[in-house]
């Protein structure tokens, strides 16, 4: 009766009877956020810190342009939003899960970091990474440019 009434409760994934008080926990591990290589012609340039808390950023953005917050954020609606403008952007930077940032140029004083540091899972996904906190990230929209002396593309950050 116990070992039904759980296992209606909680699926399959976990057992419990009276006569065995094992757990069996599942096998596999539960999916962890990862970034989406490319999206609609924009590929994913890396990590990059926000500038906003920078004092020789003046207290600029790493992205100045069009934003967008949504509880329902991920890559492909930042991107789409970023390339709806007219002139699409070339940049499209996701912060906070939930912040979306648009731009043509990056600032001079954004820095590209380790992966690690953008590690918050998307409100409207959390299988995808959706920046971090003062940590973009960022999409490009032809995977080399030259903007505000900022190169991204291989090589970018070393």
């Known amino acids: 009766m116990l070992s039904t009434l759980i296992g209606a409760l909680l699926g399959s994934a976990i057992s419990i009877s009276a006569q065995d008080t094992s757990i069996v926990y599942p096998t596999t591990a539960a999916p962890t956020a990862t ?7 924009y590929t994913f340039a890396g990590c990059w810190n926000e500038t906003d808390r920078l004092t020789e950023g003046g207290g600029a953005r790493a992205l100045q342009g069009n934003t ?3 509880n329902t ?3 492909s ?3 789409s939003f970023c390339a709806s403008l007219k002139p699409a952007t070339s940049f499209a930077g996701l912060e906070y899960g939930r912040e979306c940032y648009c731009s043509n140029y990056l600032s001079p004083f954004t820095v590209e ?3 690690s540091m ?10 995808e990474i959706c920046g971090g906190e003062g940590t ?5 929209k032809t995977g080399d440019v030259k903007s505000e002396g900022v190169r991204i593309g291989k090589g970018a950050g070393a």
């Not at 970034?35 to 012609?41: A, F, R």
């Open 68 to 70: 967008t917050a949504s």
């Open 136 to 140: 973009i990230s960022l999409y490009n």
């Open 77 to 79: 609606s930042c991107i």
């Open 118 to 127: 953008c590690n918050f899972a998307c409100n409207g996904n959390a299988s």
């Open 113 to 115: 970091l380790n992966a």
């Open 35 to 41: 970034t989406v290589p490319s999206l609609n012609g």
């Open 73 to 75: 954020l991920t890559p």
